[in-house]
């Protein structure tokens, strides 16, 4: 009886435990990681929709140059994207986070998976608003935006980590994203094989990613 | 919880900026003291997990902390030496981020904050940008991320550099507060900082502990070495030349002199009790 009355105190106690645990800490991981890239993004978010504004209404005031508008909007993206990234470097951040759950690794991570996102809702936008404005040819979109877009970023996030100042990383990016250009003006060929390498680059992060995740489920909170 | 290292070496380029530690540290203060350059930063960033250890290991309750390293974080509070943050955000949303980033949950966290914001005075300045904020007001939010998650270890390094002597005494008092809570290790080479709130003192020289001890314990190894000489100008000149001089007090036509030695350095010389700022000298005189 003694025992039993031991035990279910014991259960009581680990119940109280858990409840305060659960109180304490985000149990959907998701809902966490949202409320972080609201927290720590929402600079690049308004830039990006005031930019968006602005290239709409460009876009009516100029209509003979409306994938040079498109494509001035993907490099404004891009450099927001990489002052993003640099930003936990420049504020000395780094140190702080270091110790912490949602560290600048898993910032690093969340941050790419973002961008990653928008620009591609960015594209889709884009390439819709300029199917309605003015009969524009795939071929001609892939090469003069989205192709510029994939290596510019794929080559910001290989570099981001040896940059040391934020006009470094800009640089970088709007450099990456003109010599794309320039490519692609060049010739197609070069382009199409630099952009197999962006994607190959990509799959193989994309395996990385996959192996930091299934790690992380592994090793979760308790 | 109980912290404890075991034989834990770091070096940089050949240099060992953390030389063979050992020891283990329960709830309460302990005061790491040394001078610049001794291994302190290196050493509490080895307990934060931010670098490993190239020998030995940091044990947190009995286990490996890079092992556990998510569980470990969630117990841990951590005010580094150079405190970043950004700018345009105000002292809520920065303490938000934090809370978030922590993995705290959203009802847990605006609680802990208007606790935390009325505790540290900072209740006025919630809505202030961090860089409008003064240097004793930046270490207070410092601090105030650092208790977010209820850390049951708590790293201050360097917490009252650019404070004033008021804000100095309120953030005493803070830390002595949460002395039963949580293990606090307070690294530091201000000497008053650790010498009224400290249950022990860890001494770091040259990337080892040469002493590990409770203030009153490390007082008595100094009983019979400090001492107050009269002197005159000559003597005063020679008194500096030859010993560790702590202060001075120059009246009309004498000095006062107060010294820390091994050996009588005068006849007239008279024995005094001694503080940890004669320890701190005695062992950092060349330092």
């Known amino acids: 009886m003694n025992k039993e009355h031991q035990l279910s105190e014991i259960f009581e106690i680990c119940g109280q435990e858990l409840d305060e645990v659960m109180d304490k800490y985000e149990s959907r991981h998701i809902k966490n990681i949202w409320r972080f890239l609201k927290l720590d993004m929402r600079f690049y978010l308004k830039s990006a929709v005031l930019g968006l504004g602005f290239t709409m209404l460009w876009c009516c005031l100029f209509t003979n140059a409306v994938l040079s508008v498109w494509s001035g909007y993907f490099i404004f993206l891009v450099l927001l994207s990489a002052y993003q990234q640099y930003r936990i470097k420049e504020y000395d951040m780094q140190e702080v986070v270091a110790g912490c759950y949602i560290n600048p690794a898993r910032i690093f991570c969340y941050q790419s998976i973002a961008l990653a996102l928008i620009e591609t809702f960015m594209l889709v936008l884009c390439y819709l608003f300029l199917l309605a404005l003015t009969p524009v040819e795939l071929p001609e979109f892939l090469l003069k935006i989205y192709i510029p877009l994939c290596f510019s970023q794929g080559l910001l996030l290989w570099l981001v980590k040896y940059i040391r100042h934020t006009l470094v990383a800009m640089g970088t990016a709007a450099g990456s994203y003109a010599l794309t250009i320039w490519l692609a003006n060049c010739s197609q060929w070069v382009l199409a094989y630099t952009h197999s390498i962006c994607v190959f680059v990509s799959f193989i992060y994309l395996l990385a990613l996959a192996k930091i995740l299934m790690s992380q489920k592994e090793g979760l909170w308790n | ?287």
């Not at chain 2, 070495?225 to 001075?248: C, H, P, S």
Request: charged share 25%; glycine share 6%.
């Open chain 2, 1 to 287: 919880m109980e912290l404890k290292l075991v034989k834990v070496t770091k070096s940089f380029n050949q240099k060992k900026a953390v030389n063979n530690v050992s020891f283990q540290l329960g709830k309460g203060v302990h005061g790491l003291l040394g001078a610049n350059g001794s291994g302190k930063t290196t050493l509490m960033r080895l307990i934060v997990g931010i670098l490993q250890a190239d020998q030995g290991i940091v044990k947190a309750d009995g286990k490996n902390i890079l092992k556990n390293y998510d569980t470990y974080t969630g117990k841990l509070g951590y005010m580094p030496q150079h405190f970043g943050y950004y700018p345009n955000y105000t002292v809520e949303d920065f303490l938000e981020y934090m809370a978030v980033v922590k993995d705290l949950s959203l009802k847990y966290s605006k609680k802990r904050i208007d606790f935390l914001l009325k505790k540290l005075n900072l209740e006025d300045q919630r809505k202030k940008k961090m860089k409008q904020l003064s240097g004793g007001m930046l270490r207070r939010v410092g601090i105030a991320q650092a208790l977010l998650n209820e850390p049951e270890i708590l790293l201050l390094d360097e917490p009252t550099a650019g404070l004033d002597p008021k804000e100095r005494i309120a953030f005493r008092h803070l830390i002595a507060s949460l002395a039963g809570q949580c293990c606090i290790i307070l690294s530091t080479h201000i000497v008053s900082d650790i010498e009224s709130i400290a249950d022990d003192v860890l001494v770091m020289k040259d990337g080892k502990i040469i002493l590990h001890d409770t203030c009153e314990a490390l007082l008595e190894h100094m009983q019979g070495k400090v001492w107050e000489v009269q002197a005159d100008q000559g003597i005063y000149k020679q008194l500096l030349r030859d010993f560790t001089i702590i202060n001075m007090h120059k009246s009309a036509d004498h000095y006062l002199v107060r010294i820390v030695s091994d050996v009588q350095p005068s006849e007239n010389a008279k024995l005094l009790p001694p503080d940890l700022d004669d320890l701190y000298m005695y062992y950092f005189k060349d330092a």
